[in-house]
């Protein structure tokens, strides 16, 4: 209940007054810097380039088809949804931080490809010649695989962070996000086209360990807004659902052409259809009436997805794919039982979204299901070139067994996680200082603190005069003990 | 009005109590039988598969963009999100079972895909000196078109059916389809590329069968809930628009290759686009003061996508489109006007979304279309060449001549009509069992029965004490002839 | 506060009696206009006849996949999202008319792409030996292009006109908007792919003037729902992002296959992330605490889009377009925070979406944009062949000098504007004959004119009389004569 001098507080608070300086200034300044390093280091890669018509006629390249624009756009166009209608509306489930959950995953992913563009061009597209970075609509889809490890930390400290924390957040997960990303690809040669390893293994435990930092003790201030009404549960299942159909083009987006992309994209799909059974049914058990849970329908159902992010390429048969989602289904949803408030009672971390369920633990075990999948996988099953193909084992890696691979990939996700764990613990201490205009315990998931939020005239209570005491907002009003004297 | 005691049984009553029991079980036995039966017999088709790169040489096959992934997988993805955003929020616009209409659907399209490439599987894809069913982006597209039919019969069914009857529903729905397709696509050789017989019509059929047996004299008790409210009428729209939008890539996702998917997508386009404009009119006419009705703009405005699922890859002529887009607009929206509250009162058929008005009718007509369409088409529209490959008149076919195999179209879509029927029958009465949990008269239309549904704080009414009495539900507050007495 | 006279006004008025008869009447005879002309004039092309299988055959066309179906119909899905969701649901943002919006965009875009086909046909695809228009997948996207002029314009006026002066508003749209692109694309020679000329400086212009007639000195009395809610915005937002993530295929849609669409889709991505980060800039420094504006955020953050409609398929630079989409952010937020409140006050101008600073002005620049980035182009930057290639300076055009083409995009511009102010001017007197059925001065922004909109039951509070002050909910009151009597 408001008294006038926490109204008072609510508003005028020094901890968010500075946002009208800091956020701007953090914009403009990213924002030109990117525009100058734009300027110095990106040019369009030989197939978006004006010369094409001529590099097409000396590389004897017969067709337009055969631009890699129509291999990948229409998946390049799928992730880009994931990321900001699957992402954003999937956030979007909290009574009154809709507007912080699809708008600040919206500013964060578009400042986050821009930086993603240069930080993962120098790791993999420069051209040492030139000293330029060469992009194409596979480095889009990078850009926006990088992103995702930035919006998923996002989830667990969705409410809790201002729009410059979270612009902070962006800029060194993504450049954590290149450096692992090129240890585990590049130096490790590990295959990861989905990111089980990369994007979700790193995302969850980056986001968990800045949670972890940023624990705050008297969260349960803002209790009565966290959660979600009916609505907002029907937007996020727009996030849902986008993320989940999509899924097989995230982890089909950048494999092989021809094959590689046909067999991911089936085998995510089976995943992710097998995930949504067991989650149901460990939803439905676990209720003593057999009802359902939306939080569990909402994140647990994608799981497969998470966890087949390094397989899908892979022979891992349609049934082998069943059985991870299976598992995973079953995983996840324990997750939101048990282990999302197990975590916040004992270790003292707050996980909004519950990204350990969703992504932190099924990344993990999505990149050692590649790694047992590499390790068994033989001439016999993919063909002698096949395997070549799918394992790039060509060049000076001609000679690694797939045993070895499959050792290299159990440690690209350790890996993974140890940029995660400690890249994001260094970063909650940076966002811990009382310069970035978070919200207070007591002002947590209200987009009050952020936007400018409409009045809900609709949902307006009758203004009742009471006492000669206008009261106007439906949560005031839910919160007060309001009620009609006898006369 | 709750009295306690109703309160009491709205909660407690024995039907639903299982619901924890069986929805487990049911969702366990199913995805484990589905995880063997898949480890048995699906294996990936020769363009998924590792040895893909072999193969490609050895058939000199230059490019692998001649990979029927690149071919199809746009318009898979535009099926997919059809199935799941596209009839799954169409099915919340009723103000509170979105998360059932969203929910379920997501739940049995999720089980129907994977029973469905088995089914079919058997009886398209299975080879038989291996006995293995092999699959890729066709049998994905394929499986998404199968489960559409239990979704359709879903549709007359909202709100008054438990999840376990959904699952046991596509259970059969999808039996019964593989069935009638083979059938009518193998045996009769019919074209029905967009399936509006082996979809709409059966779907349609065997919905209406189903509701007709599962008839209830009493649920005028939950008529309070049987209608939508401002917002949950929008996000039916998204659902309506997402049908919309993409039925040309429905239509077209697995019609010939070139000419067949290009023409396919214009002729529904066409014809979509023409139904909207009738629906408007009529709409608009039945009410005394010009004003819409959304359930028409929601519904009818697609029945003209259902109605070119067979011709639509046929030479119907761009105004031949328009016209059956015209025609089935008008048709459709006059089912909801009169013939679904004539279904109710006189033939005791409860059809929650009007799926006779938008699948059923639409899909016999479409199929009758198709039929006379084809029973006209000649070598000087089609071509020679053109001819034999829009109606694949070869082999043992290659003698049959057009106007038989209009009969044959014809006779096809009598043949999914009876499937509809008499399988819809049997399965109504299978599902009449009084063992799946369905909900009571008094309970239909509500989310409670099988979800947790978070307390909308925010438009919780103020909570008046008055006379002792605690007033907590929103909806009981609108009804309640709410008075303050007098002193 | 409605008394029982402007009660009997509100639904009772003359101006809008007549929906009943004059919507089904225009919709009908505009429909089977339509037929009619589609039945004398339109085809299906070579890619989309049957025909195909032996045109390829006699062209040595080796695969099916040089149809141009593959290469535009991922495009062209995405832009059919753009025109259908991307409008639509940008427009639900006023808190009682998120039917309108969502339901006319709806209504108009089906009947514009219609009339497109056949106005677009007579001036580019016409056949003057056959005297047929033969249409294929460019086609239709070109149809969503044009319709966009007029539901650009839709958005100055949202709330305040009647389905059929939208009908009327969209006839004449596509109309002047398929004569203004003859002249600029063909007579003049500009490039503008993605329409920063022909759609959007047009469409803004031609809504501007039709608004600036249709003036209403007392909207004021309407002001109550002049407004969104919570819901509204994060619809509103769905809409945001869809026209936000599927720009780029807009701008590629129709560029030359290879390197074409591909640097479009590049440039575009690069444009819109740039001006997020702006438009939070901007709208956080107007505001006294720094917070956001979901206006902004919903507008504002597309006008880099919009900027880059002419200049994304040529060689502008990644950096090129990033600045674009950093002055485009700032400048359209100005123009929502200064110019919009301006105009009205001012001028006389209201704008209900904004579209001056969205469409209008970011296309008149993007319009120029393209005029200096064509100025300065050189072989060096494109190659020989690649700029023939680009700007298409071939045939009759071979001679002209870069500086001419840019002298040319200007003054593209300036025609587009011209035909926006002037025809705009002209349909505006046309639609102030008192016969359109608009709605009321207090009755704008109102679904309840022209849709029959459900009780919401849900959201409805109670309604108290209290100290004989009525309060207030539209409907309830509306409906109700409910009232509580005194002790």
Chains 1, 2, 3 share one sequence.
Not at 57 to 80: A, G, L, W
Not at 467 to 482: C, G, L, P
Request: negative net charge; hydrophobic residues 45%.
């Amino acid at each position: 209940q408001h008294t006038p001098s926490t109204m008072g507080n609510f508003f005028g608070r020094q901890r968010t007054a500075y946002v009208r300086v800091s956020l701007p200034a953090v914009s403009f300044v990213w924002q030109i810097a990117m525009i100058i390093l734009f300027g110095v280091f990106i040019r369009y890669d030989k197939e978006s380039d004006a010369h094409w018509v001529e590099y097409k006629k000396s590389h004897n390249i017969t067709s337009d088809i055969e631009n890699d624009f129509y291999y990948r756009y229409p998946s390049f166009q799928d992730v880009h949804v994931m990321i900001f209608v699957g992402f954003g509306f999937l956030m979007t489930f909290l009574q009154r931080y809709s507007f912080g959950g699809v708008g600040f995953n919206f500013l964060i992913a578009a400042f986050g490809v821009q930086w993603a563009l240069l930080m993962q061009g120098w790791f993999h597209s420069l051209d040492h010649s030139t000293g330029k970075i060469y992009i194409g609509i596979e480095n889009l889809i990078n850009a926006d695989f990088c992103v995702a490890g930035s919006l998923i930390a996002y989830g667990a400290l969705l409410g809790k962070v201002s729009p410059v924390q979270l612009l902070v957040l962006t800029l060194f997960g993504v450049t954590l996000f290149a450096v692992e990303e090129y240890i585990i690809l590049d130096l490790l040669h590990c295959r990861d086209a989905g990111g089980s390893m990369v994007i979700h293994a790193f995302g969850g435990y980056y986001g968990l360990a800045i949670s972890w930092v940023l624990y705050r003790p008297n969260l349960h201030q803002s209790k009565r807004l966290n959660g979600s009404v009916y609505h907002s549960d029907v937007f996020a299942m727009i996030g849902t659902l986008f993320l989940w159909m999509f899924w097989p083009s995230f982890n089909s987006a950048i494999t092989d052409h021809g094959d590689g992309q046909h067999r991911a994209a089936i085998n995510t799909y089976l995943g992710l259809a097998s995930c949504v059974l067991t989650t149901v049914a460990i939803s439905s058990m676990h209720d003593k009436r057999g009802r359902l849970d939306m939080v569990h329908i909402q994140n647990a159902t994608l799981a497969g997805g998470v966890a087949l992010g390094t397989a899908a390429e892979f022979m891992i048969t349609p049934y082998g794919a069943l059985i991870v989602g299976f598992c995973c289904g079953i995983i996840s949803t324990f997750g939101y039982i048990f282990v999302t408030p197990f975590l916040e009672k004992r270790l003292k971390l707050q996980d909004t979204c519950g990204i350990h369920n969703l992504h932190a633990v099924p990344g993990m075990l999505g990149g050692f299901v590649g790694a047992i999948v590499a390790a068994t996988a033989n001439e016999s099953i993919y063909s002698k070139e096949g395997l070549i193909n799918t394992f790039d084992l060509e060049g000076k890696y001609a000679d690694r067994s797939l045993g070895t691979q499959g050792g290299f990939q159990a440690a690209g996700t350790c890996v993974a996680i140890a940029f995660g764990l400690v890249g994001g613990a260094i970063v909650g201490f940076i966002l811990k200082f009382p310069i970035w205009g978070d919200p207070a315990d007591d002002n947590c998931f209200d987009d009050e603190a952020y936007w400018e939020v409409p009045e809900d005239e609709e949902t307006i209570p009758p203004v009742l005069e009471y006492n000669n005491h206008m009261i106007h907002k439906h949560q005031d009003i839910a919160e007060t003990n309001f009620s009609v004297e006898q006369c």
